[in-house]
């Protein structure tokens, strides 16, 4: 995870899950710390880490919205002339 924050050049980065609404205020106290000691995080910008709003079902709805994007969006490929 936190090796992922630096190459993604992520600003947040955000939990959540099933048992998130069990585990999140304990996992938090001790993911932060971990993300901002982290070696593999560039000091260039603070990294936020935060729990998810959108419940436990948010697995599904970002796979539904990732879904969502790809056949609904402008997709660049199909602009360039052929």
Do not use: K, Y
């Amino acid at each position: 995870m936190c090796a992922a924050a630096t190459p993604l050049d992520v600003d947040t980065i955000v939990f959540g899950g099933p048992t998130w609404h069990v585990l999140g205020d304990r996992l938090l106290a001790t993911i932060e710390p971990m993300v901002a000691r982290s070696p593999f995080v560039r000091a260039s910008h603070a990294t936020i880490v935060a729990s998810t709003t959108l419940g436990e079902n948010v697995a599904a709805i970002v796979t539904a919205s990732l879904v969502l994007d790809q056949a609904l969006s402008a997709q660049p490929r199909s602009l360039l002339l052929g």
